[in-house]
């Protein structure tokens, strides 16, 4: 089994954000995963997703689900991340007042999905965009 | 106790959900639903004063069964028909968030974290 999704996550509609990991959540149980594995999966695809929305007006989530692994690949053409070390820092956020309001910009997102995930490779460059790469992993258990 | 139960003691009146009989151990108070992502385990019950979309889709992210709107706040029609799709109960209470929490707690339930 292979399957591939695609969803293209838009920038403009804050209500929108996390229709996609909301998907890859209903997918998953459907195909028979893992309760933990799925809250895994959701949680870190849903701070990516959320994330996309509010720094980089929008993006693409690419998912590959395999029997023993999910990949999320988050594309997106925003103004990228100067230093992603003090990113991946717990309470860094560059979140203006407005994202604060609406429940977001603790700066827990990255390190959330570092905590959720078995890999995470982020690749960004200034003014050009950010690709985020994540995996979980069914192990035993 | 169940999500009833949480009705009756928060004198919450039922937003949509048709399942009221599922039990709950554990709850959660926020308006930052970054915190929640990141702090939260198990609870099943979440209080919140902030009415958006985003606090449907955390408890979802997070499994949670029941979202209780402190301060008579009002769930929009948006809100009420993702929760139907996620199978979340909404309720809405005249309660503050301090009192609503300390009522729970009261009656036996948990915040999850160590004492
Ligand atoms: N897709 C992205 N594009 C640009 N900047 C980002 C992106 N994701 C995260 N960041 C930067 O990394 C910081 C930390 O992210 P995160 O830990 O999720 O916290 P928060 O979203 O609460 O600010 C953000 O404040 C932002 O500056
Ligand atoms: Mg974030």
Known sequence: MSIQLHYVVPGDDFTRAGEASGAVKTTLKQ????????RR???AMYEGEINMV???GGGEAD????????TI???????GIPDVEQAMQEGFSTAPENVRNLGFGAGMGLPNIKKYTDTLDIETEIGVGTRMRMTVRVTEG | MTIADVKTILNARLVCGEVLDTQVHNACGSDMMSDVLAFVKEQSVLLSGLVNTQVVRTADMMDMVCIVFVRGKEPTAEM????QERGIVLLTTPLRMFTA????????LNGGDAV
């Not at chain 1, 195909?31 to 799925?38: A, E, K, N, W």
């Not at chain 1, 998912?63 to 999910?70: N, Y």
């Not at chain 1, 690949?73 to 103004?79: I, K, N």
């Not at chain 2, 009420?80 to 929760?83: F, G, K, V, Y």
Request: glycine share 10%.
């Open chain 1, 31 to 38: 195909l028979g995963f893992r309760p933990d594995v799925i």
């Open chain 1, 41 to 43: 999966v959701a949680i």
């Open chain 1, 54 to 56: 509010i720094h980089a």
């Open chain 1, 63 to 70: 998912v590959e689900i395999l029997p023993d692994c999910v």
């Open chain 1, 73 to 79: 690949l988050l594309t997106d053409h925003g103004p």
């Open chain 2, 80 to 83: 009420i028909a993702l929760a």
């Open chain 2, 101 to 108: 929490c300390g009522l729970l707690y009261q009656n036996g």
